[in-house]
């Protein structure tokens, strides 16, 4: 009767139905990515695509790094101020849009010319310089597009941040099914349509978000943006290079056609992480929000049932899953088979991770603990990953992503419940 009552209090939350908006938007949102590299793989081909897996790494980890927690701190303090000081607000999100424009001008000053050094010296592989080159600019729009979505999580604006989400991903696809109709689809034409279409999706966000450019002295609210986004800057440094750290020793330690490979493999786990940002999107404000322990252990207790059905329904999947690879790829990309059974359980023990990552981000306010808990993942990856890729190729890149992720759910889980189990002492 108790099980029964706590699924029938799940069904019935808020926090449900805003994550059945948000997941059904994911689950369109990442079959559509999922036929973007689809159709991008098939047409390229493994070596090709390997060039691109890369070039498309090196966006993602840019703009994280350049991100310095402005995005969470921005659904910290727009979810904490939004209905209470509405122009405070406002400065919170004109602050973050400068000072990530700020550091992406100093990282494209300083990366341009080094970045063809570090596609022969660090990858030994020089027809990476000009992809990498790229890169920077792409990281830009990735920043902006990201900002943009983050400040509609905040303001809980969830049907807007789905159909967004699921437009700019339908144009890319458009758009490189089309080059491959006239035969022009390319190494240069697909990263530049990946990399133009987060600048438009900004673009949309602007008519999406209350007026914000205009507000004025917007550094009065740094104190307690920076306070706050200092930790999660360190971790998302430390984070972001980990968790792409196995693609990047891939690049170093083997061949181009081998990342284009496991990178294919990888991209049909790409649903998991999209379900954890989903459910992210709904759980970080409604944390953020609560003011009492007994609350937030009710609400976290029935989230954590919550991804642990999912995770039980993600295994049962993945047989389905094994026999659809070589339709989805073709030939060319039988030998993503293993690769991909080992990410997609990695995936689904990072999804297990949620509740507990949520609660120290944002009710507890601890993003520095996640320091630690990033240390610990960077090295895992940095130093059994060197190993594990050299003896045993992209099995043992994707065995060292599983190593890190349970890593990164066990640490945290535990600081969680302890913290929670000396309240209930109390």
Known sequence: MELWRIISEIVNTKTLRHFIVTSGGTAVNGFLGLLF?????????????????IAVASIALISDISDLGIDTGLI????????????????????GLTVKLAVWLV??????????????????????GLPLQFSLIGALGAMLFSLGTHVIQAYQKFWSWSILNISMNGLRLSAVIILAGFGILGLLPTLITYIAIPFMGFFVTLFLLPQFLTVRNSKSVGSELFHYSKWVALVGILTATGSRLDTFLSARLLTVRDVGIYSAASQITVVIPQLVFALATVVAPKLASFDSDIKAIEYLKKLQLLVFGMFILGLLAI?????????????AYLESITPFVVLFVAQLVFLLSVPSHQAIFYYFSKPSFFTWVGLGQLAITGLLGWFLISTYGITGAAVTVLIANLFNFLVPSAWVVYRFTRVLKK
């Open 37 to 53: 590299y689809i159709v991008v793989a098939r047409e390229l081909g493994p070596q090709v695509y390997g060039v691109l897996a």
């Open 76 to 95: 910290r303090f727009v979810g904490k101020y939004r209905q209470e000081d509405k122009e405070k607000t406002l400065k919170f999100i004109k602050l």
């Open 107 to 128: 990282v494209l000053l300083t990366g341009w010319a080094i970045m063809p050094m570090i596609a022969e010296t660090v990858f030994l592989k020089p027809e990476l």
């Open 319 to 331: 047989p389905v899953l094994v026999l659809l690879i070589p339709q989805i790829y073709g030939t």
